[in-house]
């Protein structure tokens, strides 16, 4: 492994433990087990929201030891048995195959986590809007709630988060600042005083994370989206903060756009089911 792959995971690390710092101010549990971590959130039932992880085995004895013993946590739940599988887990990335075989496994979903650092050319950035867009500070979290859920469910099978669980909305309205080290911000994405979106920024000194950026169906398509990326772009680099990242599954229609703005793809993670 050459320096820089040795710099990307140790990026990727960092990554998810702010990415996990980050969903225990909305409701989320996480478990440190002595072989694993649990993540789980009492009203979500969807795989982004359960599932093992920060672990990596020797071979597929120890493996079946941990998923033997994180199902039976899952169980207790009433959640399925999700593996969040990241780079930094080695012998399981490398050798999926092996572990993962679709006799006992489903992949339900392959999420690029990608990453901006280029900020010499930020100013430069042509959005290609007209519309005058504006990031509100939302305080009242009930009504931010409201606003996420709305620009969400959209019941289109070509939005990849078209049927968001109704269980997220509690984790906003409860959500609560619960690490010294990062903080998290919300937004209502508003053109010409009308609120057309949301998006969220969860960050330490560091990392700047980018998510829940979503726009109403009807103002799709003018540009908000990239212009939004950019006025947190522009957050991120008022911060002194050198690398933002974001994460988006692959397949949809996002991580182009994200690309065409001057993300690029760290790694490529997986959530795997266990049947």
Known sequence: MNIKENQDLELIKDIYDLHIKGFEGLDFKVIDKEKYELTYNPVINDCFCNFVSKFDVKDKQEFN???SEAANDFGKLNKATTIYLIPFMKELYNNKDKYFGSDKYDLVSTEAWQVYRDFSNLDNLNTS?????IL????DMEKYADCVMSCYQTDDENDP???LDDGYRQGYMNYKNVHNDIKCEFYYIKVDDQI???????YNDKIYGIYSLAIKEEYRNKGIGKE???QQLQM???KRINIAYLQ??????PYKMYKKIGFEDLCIVYYYVKK
């Open 248 to 253: 988006t599954e692959l397949g949809f229609y």
């Open 129 to 133: 809007c007209e519309l005058n867009v």
């Open 228 to 230: 939004v990326l950019k």
């Open 161 to 163: 988060y078209g049927d």
């Open 136 to 139: 509100e500070l939302a305080t």
């Open 236 to 238: 991120c680099k008022a």
């Open 196 to 202: 057309v979106g949301t998006t969220q920024s969860v």
């Open 65 to 67: 030891q941990i998923i």
